[in-house]
Nanobody, 113 residues
Framework: QVRLVESGGGLVQPGGSLRLSCEAS????????MNWYRQAPGKQRELVAT???????KYAASVEGRFAISRFPPKNTVYLQMDSLKPEDTAVYYC???????WGQGTQVTVSS
């Protein structure tokens, strides 16, 4: 069974940075499309970033230029580097492998002074 485990969330001040990790088991991140989503309280889950099989990336307009998705095949891990964080980035962040509809348990990111 495919398993995705996120880590790296926490409390950070506005303008700060965090790096989220998503370690996959069984599914190979290097040959699968991988997504990062987020869900803020009272809001719908939002697609934040995507990396495809070729390594091409896409971002939501709200995070373009501040977030970067990447992968490291030796650790079978996908990352989300988040810089210049804003209070509106506060949410639970989820890793997703759409081909098999696999989701992680989520990691909380809180941006507050």
């Amino acid at each position: 069974q495919v398993r995705l485990v996120e880590s790296g969330g926490g409390l950070v001040q506005p303008g700060g940075s965090l790096r989220l990790s998503c370690e996959a088991s069984i599914l190979r991140v290097s040959i699968n499309v991988m997504n990062w989503y987020r869900q803020a309280p009272g809001k719908q889950r939002e697609l934040v970033a995507t990396i495809d099989r070729s390594g091409s990336t896409k971002y939501a307009a709200s995070v373009e230029g501040r977030f970067a998705i990447s992968r490291f095949p030796p650790k079978n891990t996908v990352y989300l580097q988040m810089d210049s964080l804003k209070p509106e980035d506060t949410a639970v962040y989820y890793c997703n492998a759409p081909r098999v509809d696999a989701w992680g348990q989520g990691t909380q990111v809180t941006v507050s002074s």
